[in-house]
């Protein structure tokens, strides 16, 4: 068998991982919808996600026989990554209790953009003109997507941009982590903690009479349905993606990932009957198109970095 086709059969099955991923990930968002349009509050579906995730981890982990022991200093950079997932949902949960899903995931995956810009101002990553351009456009493009849900819902189609700045921060703690965990225990210790963080707030707003936070009594086995499958479509899906990201490069995935976008739109129809009007249509191709530039930039400046390790490793040390 030739090279190229060997590296064709380890790329496959991450292909194969991160497509499951664009197809499960929104599962997460139509069992919070229902969940909220149910009448569940908005916290309580926050941290279900937590409580279920991290049950259905743990297992997970024992059976991998991974090391799941951290540090006094990884534990607190866990924690840190767990609250700004927890305020990432909530802001989503939030959005999508009102908007159809497809809209505010739209909005949402400006993340990427916020985080170049982050890493730039934080960790001193080069970025260039052209791709400070691109997440001027892709901005340009979640105004599009935003302006028309704006005018229908009001103030709350806003919760999407700022599930893109939590989930920008929550990334770069997972870039700090990362190098101290392996993903599966990352993933179970974030979702242990983000239930510890949010099972004792729930607790406290019990009885406060604030919509979003004073937990109810699910009515019926749907809600209970609804809720459970909010963790574990949560864990499935990321599972997914680990593990994608294990037999194919991340420059190779990305792309991928818009397709998410694509399932969102067809389980909104089918399930909620919302379907994209024609301004937010150009805001997704808007908001697509400049992350896939973003991409390209990317792994141009991937290939021009090889480049120059190759040539001064050609060039020795007289060199």
């Not at 926050?46 to 534990?75: E, H, I, K, N």
Request: net charge neutral.
């Amino acid at each position: 068998m030739s090279t190229a086709g060997l590296t064709t059969d380890r790329i496959l099955p991450g292909v194969v991982l991160m497509l499951a991923f664009c197809v499960l990930a929104p599962l997460l968002d139509v069992a919070s919808k229902l969940a909220a349009e149910g009448g569940v509050p908005v916290g309580q579906i926050t941290t279900a996600r937590f409580v279920v995730q991290g049950a259905l981890m743990l297992p997970v982990v024992l059976v991998m026989r991974l090391a799941w022991g951290v540090s006094a200093r990884v534990a607190g950079m866990v924690t840190l990554r767990a609250v700004w997932l927890i305020l990432s949902t909530y802001s989503f949960v939030s959005g999508i209790a009102v908007m159809p899903v497809a809209d505010a995931l739209a909005i949402a995956f400006v993340e990427p953009f916020i985080l170049l810009i982050l890493g730039a101002y934080l960790f001193g990553d080069e970025v260039g003109p052209r791709r400070i351009g691109a997440c001027a456009v892709g901005f340009c493009g979640a105004l599009l997507v935003i302006q028309p849900s704006l005018s229908v819902f009001g103030y709350v189609a806003l919760w999407p941009l700022g599930t893109a700045f939590f989930f920008a921060f929550y990334m770069l703690s997972t870039r700090a982590v990362a190098a101290h965990m392996h993903p599966v225990t990352m993933q179970m210790h974030t979702s242990l903690a983000g239930a510890a963080i949010c099972l004792p707030l729930m607790w406290m707003f019990d009885g406060s009479g604030i919509a979003a936070l004073d937990a109810i009594w699910p009515a019926g086995g749907l809600m209970w349905l609804w809720l459970f499958g909010v963790g574990f479509w949560a864990a499935l899906s990321h599972i997914c993606m680990t593990y994608a990201l294990k037999f194919a490069p991340s420059a190779t995935l990305a792309p991928l990932h818009y397709l998410e976008i694509v399932a969102a739109v067809a389980l909104g129809y089918a399930v909620f009957g919302d379907f994209p009007n024609r301004l937010t249509w150009a805001g997704i191709g808007v908001i697509v198109a400049s992350g896939l530039y973003l991409i390209h930039r990317e792994r141009i400046n991937a290939r021009t970095r090889a480049n120059d390790v190759l040539a001064d490793l050609a060039a020795g040390p007289s060199g």
